[in-house]
């Protein structure tokens, strides 16, 4: 059944018992999720027209799909509107609480053409989900500027969790941090993902008992943001990054880490030494990028001697960063004994 309006105001339309959901131009009360979990096996839902959210400092989220075989759409002209600015204030230092936006825990579906203007937080969630293809994302936050700004903190773009078999294809991020974000899970392929004003492209914080295997990030654009290409695992961290490719990468105007590879991810990162966890059969293909500022570095790697085996670094070529501009000097290490990578050139 095609339902031309859903309003929360009228709980005696049980939108979940339709087949079809069409949701258009929806004011959503505040502190209320738009709940759409457990949806018919076979679901589609349609969003048209503008989604708002009523003012509430909660962690959200303000929209929470579940359900198996889903197909959920936006149409071209259609937003989701999170309004952010009235959450921004402070930026890295408000007390605010702000709620995450989506979250979708699906199986067997397909996600597509979803435009987020203005997140409080972090923007589209897939936790747990499995055989799922993502298309046509979009993360608009350029009202709060570039992450260096410092307006809007933590609006993670586009996050997986505990996924496994999830494909993330023709999608654009503008924020204010991790463009892609994964923190676990298997079989994830990123392809044709553009990325500005925030921290690229992370696979990390790695530590918590969570595994990446078998994670492929290609064909993808980094440009004006704090860090490039990101791999961080917390210290005495425990889990496995194994079989992870970034493959025809270009960098572009990066101010401070053109690649980053840590171990000492925490509360006094960027000091501190960094402890094992196993980075197994990481390959860099195609990488090529440029950097932007005074103090730069192409790549930077700080591992424990023990951590990284069965590398592969082939035609990367970051240039422009001067890490002697670093306080302390920057240094690196734990870099593959088979491998000459510059790093942290002066």
Not at 63 to 84: P, T, W
Not at 128 to 151: E, L, P, Q, Y
Not at 163 to 175: G, L, M, Q
């Amino acid at each position: 059944m095609n339902i031309k309006f859903l309003s929360l105001a009228a709980p005696e339309v049980d939108a979940k018992k339709f087949q079809k959901i069409v949701i258009r131009d929806l004011q959503v009360p505040s502190g209320v999720t738009l709940d759409l979990t457990n949806l018919k096996e076979g679901t589609t839902v349609e969003f048209v027209g503008k989604v708002t959210f009523g003012y509430h400092e909660w962690r959200g989220p303000l929209v929470k799909i579940s359900g198996k075989k889903l197909n959920i759409y936006g149409y071209d002209y259609a937003r989701f509107d999170g309004e952010g600015h009235r959450y921004w204030k402070g930026g890295r230092d408000t007390k605010l609480v702000k709620p995450r936006f989506l979250e979708a825990i699906v199986d067997d579906s397909t996600i597509s053409n979803l435009y987020f203007k203005n997140s409080p937080a972090m923007a589209f969630l897939c936790n747990w989900c499995h055989n799922v293809a993502i298309s046509k994302i979009t993360v608009d936050n350029k009202d709060a500027g570039d992450g260096r700004a410092g307006r809007a903190f933590n609006t993670d773009g586009i996050s997986l969790g505990y996924a496994t078999n999830i494909t993330v294809r023709d999608s654009y991020v503008f924020n204010q941090d991790d463009c892609f974000v994964t923190g676990g899970g298997s079989d994830m392929t990123i392809d044709n993902l553009i990325c500005e004003g925030g921290n690229g492209i992370s696979v990390g914080s790695l530590g918590k008992g969570a595994d990446v295997v078998r994670l492929t990030i290609k064909n993808s654009k980094v440009i004006n943001s704090l860090t490039g290409l990101n791999i961080k695992t917390e210290t005495n961290a425990v889990g496995l990054h194994r079989d992870v490719t970034f493959e025809n990468i270009e960098l572009r105007d990066i101010h401070q880490y053109g690649i980053s590879i840590h171990g000492n991810e925490g509360p006094t990162f960027p000091n501190g030494d960094p402890t094992y966890f196993l980075i197994d059969r990481l390959t860099m293909k195609n990488i090529r990028g440029t950097m932007k500022g005074p103090g730069a570095a192409n790549v930077w790697i700080w591992l424990h001697p023990n951590s990284a085996t069965n590398w592969k670094w082939e035609n990367v070529h970051v240039t422009g960063g001067k890490s002697g501009m670093f306080r302390p000097p920057l240094t690196c290490k734990g870099i593959p004994a088979n491998l000459k990578i510059p790093c942290a050139e002066k």
